[in-house]
């Protein structure tokens, strides 16, 4: 199968290394220098140093050769989208010239602005009449690229492209099950994030184990709440791309917004914390646009309110957990 990815992240170069055994793949990433060097090394030093790229794997920072490479027979192709969420409505711009023939994305998160999902971003720019999907799920970058074992989920309404997208990826350690649930899927795949800013502030407070499991545990819960909301089932919440996700975001040490968390519990400006980062931290992007969602469909976020108060509001991180353990007692439920 011909396969183009479009971002030569850590996550993108990550899917393609084990892809690319199997695969005819390209790697596309808008830095040329950079793409240069990666197939002078066979190493992206820069995104994901320390993981040598196949020898089959095309390294290129030409969009157009990129693109085209997946035109010519849309059974046999697949385009994946690794940008960030604040890039793809840019990208998919981009792909109005050309034939492409399916769409998958790789990216968690709302677009800030018009706090629409991914999906919804796409249709926007290229019409909802183009074969697309999400592929999500519990999944660090430098796992999947050293072959470790991860499962995740393709999510669309098209069952030829889940099918595509299963034959394409499935085995090498990673395991894929598809879903027609899409937005259910990116739901989790979104808010996962900011509950991970929270759990890291817990522990960079060591506030216990136990806070920790409450935070997961509620967490959960809005997820589920603000999920159903937008047309999702609340069975999905109950998989890879809903608790899968938020357990190894919340307490995987690899995870970028948990380190925001942990960054903020020190009383760090948030501007350098996603300097020492060197790379996207969704939660932070997408904190404010769930909240803004949240309370126009009228959902209860409290973890996802304290969250974005503390991010961009003023409120110490101390204030941040006061607020939630001063809330009223309640009847546990969704």
Request: charged content about 20%; proline content about 4%; aromatic content about 4%.
């Amino acid at each position: 199968m011909k396969i183009t990815i479009l971002g030569a992240g850590a996550w993108g170069t990550a899917l393609a290394i084990p892809l690319a055994r199997k695969h005819q793949v390209t790697l596309w990433g808008r830095n040329a220098q950079a793409m240069q060097a990666a197939d002078r090394q066979r190493e992206n030093s820069l995104y994901l140093p320390g993981f040598p790229l196949p020898e089959g794997l095309v390294v290129t920072a030409d969009f157009d050769a990129a693109v085209r490479h997946v035109c010519d027979d849309p059974a046999d192709s697949l385009l994946i989208a690794a940008s960030s969420v604040s890039g793809l409505r840019e990208l998919a711009g981009h792909l109005r010239a050309y034939p492409i023939p399916n769409l998958v994305w790789l990216c968690k998160g709302l677009e800030e602005g018009t706090r629409l999902l991914p999906h919804q971003v796409v249709q926007d720019v290229l019409g909802p009449q183009l074969a697309a999907g999400a592929l999500s799920g519990p999944s660090f970058a430098q796992e999947v690229a050293r072959g470790l074992p991860c499962a995740l989920t393709i999510a669309g309404a098209d069952a030829a492209l889940c099918e595509r997208v299963v034959a394409a990826v499935h085995g090498n350690n990673i395991r894929i099950y598809s879903s027609d649930d899409l937005i259910g899927v990116e739901i989790g795949g979104a808010v996962k994030n900011i509950l991970a800013i929270a759990t890291g502030v817990a522990d960079g407070l060591a506030l216990g184990l136990n806070a920790r499991a409450a935070l997961i545990t509620r967490g959960l819960a809005e997820i589920t709440r603000l999920g159903v909301a937008l047309g999702g089932r609340a069975e999905t919440f109950m998989g890879l791309s809903g608790v899968g996700d938020l357990i190894l975001t919340c307490t995987g040490d690899l995870s970028r917004n948990r380190r925001v968390g942990l960054g903020l519990a020190q009383n760090k400006k948030l501007d350098d914390i996603v300097a020492e980062l060197g790379h996207v931290a969704e939660g932070v992007r997408c904190a404010q646009a769930v909240r803004a969602l949240a309370r126009e469909k009228g959902v209860e976020m409290p973890i996802t309110d304290a969250v974005a108060a503390a991010l961009f509001d003023g409120v110490s991180v101390q204030e941040m957990v006061a607020r939630l353990l001063a809330r009223d007692a309640r009847e546990e439920s969704l």
